[in-house]
């Protein structure tokens, strides 16, 4: 009997795998593209960055009622839908003419994303019931997704030479299109349960976070003191207190808050959101280095990630080795260790270095990247109960595209005002108006003009001053996701202190399980 469900075992694991690194590739796929949409769409900087946070932003938003409506409606079921509508949204954002429209499709993108993941690692779960092929198939399913997150730039660069920026959204319909055709052959379909939608929580969270992205994004363009600005800022602290408040008191909430209650889950979710933090915001804005500034062809940009690409898949089997040997402690600290050391080194170099000279950066990046997905995904599973593992699975990847969220707002917030202040600096040297730094500032960073359409018609002393005014911006905001990456790895080091051996197993007692609701 087990050996004739072996075959649909790995196919239903190949099915998820595919489905996943889909979704985690289109995170990054569009940022190689992203100079070319802006030529072509004619938008700056903070129209680049809605193009990548408007999926994000609806698949972090979206993931936990994700995991909601899998328990309640079927997780095969939405998992379909949600691999239906990504499909969807993904022939829509190649079809479309404006900013605009691309985004609101990669909007649909993210709400499909939202629906597909919660329910790919709990119907894992219920299709390995031995723990040891369990733990390896995680493991499988992890780097799989953490390798969408790096090739990402890989093939898209030749796609985008090719075939122009649509191929990028064009080859996940085919792939969405099979995966629809093994998922109704080879997924089992799991029973619904009895479910409240916490409608509330997610309005609350939803509107909060987009609050809070919009302030980040527009800030730079806006001002700082701008009314819009700081609305949005009160807007957030108020939305998402009152989420908080509101999931403290219910019985079945959509975001379970007593896992950040304990120490090994709360070191284990901090490590996934913040490296996401720094290695999103690093992943969007080197594209635009090195084919804004240097002039790389996306063929070129893309092939430079190949180091990367290359130690993640050493380090993605690595880590579950270690894990399963020592404990998440080592793999993740040092994992977050090298990605703080990876993102300061990147920082040293301007735009005259060679591609040989900071190659070490990309490939200590990769390492880092590929040995904390996989202890994350399985100490997080192992440590709450069985009716708690997909919303565990939810909150692990809502805070890992949480991070990616806030990493490309804040870190371009960061590069976006230094580039404002180095070009009136830059400016006032060449001897010309204030003003004119002002609304060069603006087509770069805002949503006309911009990165990609303004190289061609500076003047060259011009075109230098803004070129090193972009890399001054950038060097800050990776020298500051490396000071981040630093300290979390400490405080992830002292929160997972007490797993420093053996493997991240606790005794069924002390597995985090939700509360029960009162009868009646």
Same mark, same amino acid.
């Given at each position: 009997?087990?050996?004739?469900?072996?075959?649909?075992?790995?196919?239903?694991?190949?099915?998820?795998?595919?489905?996943?690194?889909?979704?985690?590739?289109?995170?990054?796929?569009?940022?190689?593209?992203?100079?070319?949409?802006? &030529?072509?769409?004619?938008?700056?900087?903070?129209?680049?960055?809605?193009?990548?946070?408007?999926?994000?932003?609806?698949?972090?938003?979206?993931?936990?009622?994700?995991?909601?409506?899998?328990?309640?409606?079927?997780?095969?079921?939405?998992?379909?839908?949600?691999?239906?509508?990504?499909?969807?949204?993904?022939? @829509?954002?190649?079809?479309?003419?404006?900013?605009?429209?691309?985004?609101?499709?990669?909007?649909?993108?993210?709400?499909?994303?939202?629906?597909?993941?919660?329910?790919?690692?709990?119907?894992?779960?219920?299709?390995?019931?031995?723990?040891?092929?369990?733990?390896?198939?995680?493991?499988?399913?992890?780097?799989?997704?953490?390798?969408?997150?790096?090739?990402?730039?890989?093939?898209?660069?030749?796609?985008?030479?090719?075939?122009?920026?649509?191929?990028?959204?064009?080859?996940?319909?085919?792939?969405?299109?099979?995966?629809? *055709?093994?998922?109704?052959?080879?997924?089992?379909?799991?029973?619904?349960?009895?479910?409240?939608?916490?409608?509330?929580?997610?309005?609350?969270?939803?509107?909060?976070?987009?609050?809070?992205?919009?302030?980040?994004?527009?800030?730079?363009?806006?001002?700082?003191?701008?009314?819009?600005?700081?609305?949005?800022?009160?807007?957030?602290? *108020?939305?998402?207190?009152?989420?908080?408040?509101?999931?403290?008191?219910?019985?079945?909430?959509?975001? /379970? %808050?007593?896992?950040?209650?304990?120490?090994?889950?709360?070191?284990?979710?901090?490590?996934?959101?913040?490296?996401?933090?720094?290695?999103?915001? @690093?992943?969007?804005?080197?594209? %635009?280095?090195?084919?804004?500034?240097?002039?790389?062809?996306?063929?070129?940009?893309?092939?430079?990630?190949?180091?990367?690409?290359?130690?993640?898949?050493?380090?993605?089997?690595?880590?579950?080795?270690?894990?399963?040997?020592?404990?998440?402690?080592?793999?993740?600290?040092?994992?977050?260790?090298?990605?703080?050391?990876?993102?300061?080194?990147?920082?040293?170099?301007?735009? &005259?270095?060679?591609?040989?000279?900071?190659?070490?950066?990309?490939?200590?990046?990769?390492?880092?990247?590929?040995?904390?997905?996989?202890?994350?995904?399985?100490?997080?599973?192992?440590?709450?109960?069985?009716?708690?593992?997909?919303?565990?699975?939810?909150?692990?990847?809502?805070?890992? /595209?949480?991070?990616?969220?806030?990493?490309?707002?804040?870190?371009?917030?960061? %590069?976006?005002?230094?580039?404002?202040?180095?070009?009136?600096?830059?400016?006032?040297?060449?001897?010309?108006?204030?003003?004119?730094?002002?609304?060069?500032?603006?087509?770069?960073?805002?949503?006309?003009?911009?990165?990609?359409?303004?190289?061609?018609?500076?003047?060259?002393?011009?075109?230098?001053?803004?070129?090193?005014?972009?890399?001054?911006?950038?060097?800050?905001?990776?020298?500051?996701?490396?000071?981040?990456?630093?300290?979390?790895?400490?405080?992830?080091?002292?929160?997972?202190?007490?797993?420093?051996?053996?493997?991240?197993?606790?005794?069924?007692?002390?597995?985090?399980?939700?509360?029960? &609701?009162?009868?009646?």
């Amino acid at each position: 009997m087990e050996r004739s469900s072996t075959p649909r075992k790995r196919l239903a694991l190949a099915t998820l795998c595919v489905t996943m690194f889909m979704a985690m590739l289109d995170n990054v796929i569009v940022n190689i593209a992203l100079p070319r949409i802006g &030529q072509d769409l004619h938008t700056g900087i903070s129209g680049l960055q809605w193009v990548a946070e408007g999926y994000s932003l609806v698949y972090a938003a979206l993931l936990l009622t994700g995991g909601a409506l899998g328990d309640r409606y079927g997780r095969t079921r939405v998992f379909r839908l949600g691999l239906a509508l990504f499909t969807l949204g993904s022939a @829509a954002a190649a079809l479309a003419g404006t900013p605009g429209l691309l985004i609101a499709a990669r909007m649909l993108q993210g709400v499909g994303a939202a629906l597909l993941t919660p329910g790919s690692l709990a119907i894992l779960r219920h299709v390995f019931t031995d723990e040891r092929e369990r733990a390896r198939a995680i493991g499988l399913w992890s780097g799989v997704s953490a390798l969408g997150l790096s090739i990402g730039p890989v093939i898209g660069g030749p796609m985008v030479d090719a075939f122009g920026w649509a191929s990028v959204f064009w080859i996940n319909v085919p792939v969405g299109v099979l995966g629809l *055709v093994l998922a109704a052959r080879t997924l089992p379909d799991l029973a619904p349960r009895a479910r409240r939608i916490d409608l509330t929580g997610l309005a609350l969270s939803a509107t909060g976070l987009g609050a809070l992205v919009y302030g980040l994004i527009e800030g730079p363009a806006r001002g700082w003191t701008d009314s819009v600005i700081l609305a949005c800022a009160a807007a957030a602290a *108020v939305l998402l207190t009152a989420f908080v408040l509101l999931e403290l008191r219910l019985a079945e909430p959509m975001l /379970e %808050l007593r896992l950040f209650r304990d120490r090994v889950l709360c070191g284990a979710l901090l490590s996934g959101f913040m490296v996401s933090f720094g290695m999103f915001g @690093a992943m969007f804005f080197l594209p %635009l280095m090195l084919q804004g500034v240097l002039g790389w062809a996306p063929t070129d940009a893309g092939a430079a990630g190949l180091p990367m690409t290359a130690a993640i898949v050493f380090a993605a089997p690595l880590s579950g080795r270690l894990t399963t040997r020592y404990g998440p402690r080592l793999p993740v600290v040092l994992g977050i260790a090298l990605c703080a050391a990876g993102l300061g080194g990147l920082s040293l170099y301007g735009d &005259q270095a060679r591609y040989p000279e900071y190659l070490w950066t990309l490939c200590t990046m990769g390492l880092g990247m590929g040995l904390t997905f996989t202890p994350v995904s399985i100490s997080v599973l192992q440590w709450v109960s069985a009716d708690l593992t997909g919303m565990a699975a939810a909150t692990v990847n809502t805070l890992r /595209e949480l991070g990616g969220v806030l990493g490309i707002a804040v870190l371009g917030a960061l %590069l976006a005002n230094r580039l404002t202040g180095s070009l009136t600096t830059a400016f006032d040297r060449l001897g010309l108006p204030a003003e004119a730094a002002g609304r060069t500032a603006d087509a770069f960073v805002g949503h006309s003009g911009g990165a990609g359409t303004a190289a061609g018609a500076l003047p060259g002393p011009v075109q230098a001053a803004v070129d090193h005014a972009f890399v001054d911006g950038l060097h800050l905001a990776l020298r500051c996701g490396s000071a981040a990456l630093a300290v979390t790895a400490v405080l992830v080091a002292l929160l997972l202190g007490r797993l420093s051996g053996g493997t991240a197993r606790p005794p069924a007692e002390a597995r985090v399980a939700p509360v029960k &609701q009162p009868a009646g």
